[in-house]
């Protein structure tokens, strides 16, 4: 009997993933520059699949990960640039996560994923690849050539820990974020619940 409760728990969850991470045909869900989910829609998101992880008790991920000197990129080159360096992480972005994965242009320069079903190991995992793809993108434009990194916060929820409001979790990737960015940029740090402490990754050569 418990066996079952479990397999229905585990393929309602499934189903209820599946269903909403169907592409809305509402395009006021995405931004306009990016085509990556707007931050209105990122909101209903973390809503949703913070509710649900704590409800099945499944893991549950996030990064945020920022555009390092970008605005001195745009003061150097201009905005269509900068248009065109957004445009073009954006697309990293969507060739790099999974297709249960949700990334929305968070604020600017600022890109969030959100990660279903992924425990803390996962998710570094996924941050280092992303991390990696946006270092060796060749941005080519008119004039020049751009080179560009990242700095990623990476924090999760698990099941086991007590049950987290969603503006205490945006905050610990966020913070995660600027620890990165004031340890060197181009790096991956991350927030381990129950210790609110921070833990730098090394760089993936």
């Known amino acids: 009997m418990k066996l079952k409760h479990s397999k229905e728990k585990t393929e309602n969850f499934a189903q209820e993933l599946k269903e909403d991470n169907e592409p809305p045909i509402d395009m006021a869900f995405k931004d306009g520059l990016t085509n990556l989910y707007s931050h209105r829609y990122f909101q209903d ?70 990660l279903p079903e992924t425990d803390l190991k996962g998710a570094v995992i996924g941050a280092q690849r992303l991390r990696k793809a946006v270092e060796q993108l060749e941005i080519d434009t008119n004039s020049c050539r751009i080179d560009v990194t990242a700095s990623v916060g990476v924090t999760c929820y698990h099941p086991t820990i007590d049950k987290i409001e969603k503006s205490e979790f945006l905050s610990e990737a966020d913070n995660a974020l600027y620890h990165s960015k004031n340890k060197g940029r181009n790096m991956i740090s991350i927030h381990k619940n129950g210790y609110k402490s921070y833990q730098l990754t090394n760089k993936i050569k």
Do not use: Q, W
């Not at 998101?45 to 409800?55: G, N, T, V």
């Not at 099945?56 to 900068?82: A, Q, R, W």
């Open 45 to 114: 998101i973390m809503d949703r699949e913070l509710s649900r992880a704590i409800r099945y008790k499944k893991p549950l991920s996030l990064m945020i990960l920022d555009l390092d000197h970008f605005k001195k990129i745009k003061n150097k080159h201009g905005c269509p640039v900068g248009d065109i360096v957004l445009e073009e992480v954006s697309i990293a972005i969507k060739n790099t996560i999974r297709d249960c994965d949700a990334a929305a242009r968070y604020d600017g320069e600022k890109f969030a994923i959100v």
